[in-house]
Nanobody, 127 residues
Framework: QVQLVESGGGSVQAGGSLRLSCAVS????????MGWFRQAPGKEREGVAA???????????SYADSVKGRFTISRDNDKNTLYLQMNSLKPEDTAMYYC?????????????????WGQGTQVTVSS
């Protein structure tokens, strides 16, 4: 059974930092996307950052324009954990953040490509 469990959300002031973690278990495919999405109240879910993992090649990362230069996605293969380091946070980054895992076949930020989702962790940035 695939499980994704996020942690690390919280409340910070603008300019602050948070690191989100996503512990993944039960997923055994070798060619996958691992990504972070967010959804603010009244808005659609949007992709924030993603890693494309192909066993025979190096990882490829993608970032939404709104977070480039501020967020960093990474993974620890030994711990089966995905991370999102968020620096220089802005009030507009306030949202529920979800990690997700899926097989290749869609663009990195297309939710249709992700089969499994975590329960979400709330990030609130105050001005």
């Amino acid at each position: 059974q695939v499980q994704l469990v996020e942690s690390g959300g919280g409340s910070v002031q603008a300019g602050g930092s948070l690191r989100l973690s996503c512990a993944v278990s039960g997923y055994t495919y070798s060619h996958i996307y691992m990504g972070w999405f967010r959804q603010a109240p009244g808005k659609e879910r949007e992709g924030v950052a993603a890693i494309r993992i192909i066993r025979t090649s190096s990882d490829a990362v993608s970032y939404a324009d709104s977070v480039k230069g501020r967020f960093t996605i990474s993974r620890d293969n030994d711990k089966n954990t995905l991370y999102l380091q968020m620096n220089s946070l802005k009030p507009e980054d306030t949202a529920m953040y979800y990690c997700a895992v899926g097989q290749l076949g869609y663009s990195p930020f297309d939710p249709r490509g992700y089969n499994y989702w975590g329960q979400g962790t709330q990030v609130t940035v105050s001005s």
